[in-house]
């Protein structure tokens, strides 16, 4: 077996090998290639800075990073990791790390980092053993919003470039996938949500998906949350949250309170890189 960068591997070859990796996994995965084609090109993937293990001329595992400076560092990010059932056991992520490392050192990464649910324990110690640490503890929300129905407020959708986003809030505690860098690439619809003329809450989602990548309230008074799943219910009921940041205790207890259930919890985990 030999690992070698993906840049060179078709499209469906990689689907394929992802798809069958990710079978019966903690949440059921999407299917669409399409979906997978427009994430990884918001997260900014690159596919010669990915990496695959190869059995003759068969894709068996992969590391799928996107590339970016982000927070000061050049870093790849890790947007999927699989191995197929056959070939587990064999510490081929490992191996590809070992490869990989050395070959983004060269291309000016300084930081690795990536995502992995918290019940994974197998792929958390792997990770370790590489040398990553966590840095985040995450946790992921869907369902059906119930809330008040208040309606004293004004939607004003926006583009990305009218966000303000140096006074946005919590930006730094974001997941990668939910930061501005990778919106600005992707299919996201942006709302101010004015009471009395003035902006007091803003949220960023897939109107269509019902996903919600950024949610914030800019005053502090007690009904601001409830306020904001209310101009968020008048775009899309059915909703999702991938990774708030369990930091942010009064924005979990506010998406439990609208009727939203915990699904799944993720760390963070990163590696710094050095020459």
Same mark, same amino acid.
Request: hydrophobic residues 35%; aromatic residues 14%.
């Given at each position: 077996?030999?690992?070698?960068?993906?840049? +060179? &591997?078709?499209?469906e070859?990689? #689907? =394929?090998?992802?798809l069958?990796?990710?079978?019966?996994?903690?949440?059921?995965?999407?299917?669409?290639?399409?979906?997978?084609?427009?994430?990884?090109?918001?997260? $900014?993937?690159?596919?010669?800075?990915?990496?695959?293990?190869?059995?003759?001329?068969?894709?068996?595992?992969?590391?799928?990073?996107?590339? %970016?400076k982000r927070?000061?560092? @050049?870093?790849?990010?890790?947007? $999927?990791?699989? !191995?197929?059932?056959?070939?587990?056991?064999?510490?081929?992520?490992?191996?590809?790390?070992?490869?990989?490392?050395?070959?983004?050192?060269?291309? $000016?990464?300084t930081?690795?980092?990536?995502?992995?649910? &918290?019940?994974?324990?197998?792929?958390?110690?792997?990770? =370790? $053993?590489?040398?990553?640490?966590?840095?985040?503890?995450?946790k992921?929300?869907?369902?059906?919003?119930t &809330?008040?129905?208040?309606?004293?407020?004004?939607?004003?959708?926006?583009?990305?470039?009218?966000?303000?986003? =140096?006074?946005?809030?919590?930006?730094?505690?974001?997941?990668? +996938?939910?930061? /501005?860098?990778? @919106? !600005?690439?992707?299919?996201?619809?942006?709302?101010q949500?004015? !009471? =009395?003329?003035?902006?007091?809450?803003y949220?960023? #989602?897939?109107?269509?998906?019902?996903?919600?990548?950024?949610? *914030?309230?800019? %005053?502090?008074?007690?009904?601001?949350?409830?306020? @904001?799943f209310?101009?968020? *219910?008048?775009?899309?009921? %059915?909703?999702?949250?991938?990774?708030?940041?369990?930091?942010?205790?009064?924005?979990?207890?506010?998406?439990?309170?609208?009727?939203?259930?915990?699904?799944?919890?993720?760390? *963070?985990?990163?590696?710094?890189?050095k /020459?």
């Amino acid at each position: 077996m030999v690992v070698k960068h993906l840049g +060179d &591997t078709d499209f469906e070859m990689i #689907m =394929e090998c992802f798809l069958l990796s990710f079978e019966n996994y903690f949440v059921k995965m999407p299917t669409d290639h399409n979906f997978y084609r427009e994430r990884w090109k918001a997260a $900014g993937v690159r596919f010669d800075l990915s990496y695959g293990m190869f059995d003759d001329n068969a894709l068996v595992g992969f590391i799928i990073n996107a590339i %970016d400076k982000r927070q000061g560092h @050049l870093t790849a990010y890790n947007s $999927g990791t699989g !191995v197929i059932p056959k070939y587990r056991g064999k510490r081929i992520v490992k191996a590809i790390y070992e490869y990989a490392i050395p070959d983004l050192i060269k291309n $000016g990464i300084t930081k690795c980092q990536l995502e992995v649910i &918290t019940e994974n324990e197998k792929a958390i110690k792997s990770y =370790e $053993g590489i040398g990553f640490e966590t840095c985040k503890h995450y946790k992921c929300f869907k369902g059906m919003l119930t &809330t008040e129905n208040n309606t004293d407020f004004i939607l004003n959708k926006v583009s990305y470039d009218e966000m303000n986003w =140096e006074a946005l809030p919590n930006q730094g505690l974001y997941s990668w +996938d939910n930061q /501005k860098e990778s @919106l !600005v690439k992707a299919n996201f619809q942006y709302y101010q949500v004015l !009471v =009395e003329d003035k902006e007091q809450y803003y949220f960023i #989602m897939n109107s269509k998906s019902g996903y919600i990548a950024q949610f *914030e309230v800019l %005053d502090n008074s007690p009904s601001s949350f409830g306020n @904001l799943f209310s101009a968020i *219910e008048s775009i899309n009921k %059915d909703v999702r949250i991938n990774n708030i940041d369990d930091r942010l205790t009064n924005k979990i207890n506010a998406v439990k309170s609208a009727g939203l259930k915990n699904t799944v919890d993720q760390f *963070e985990m990163e590696l710094y890189l050095k /020459k």
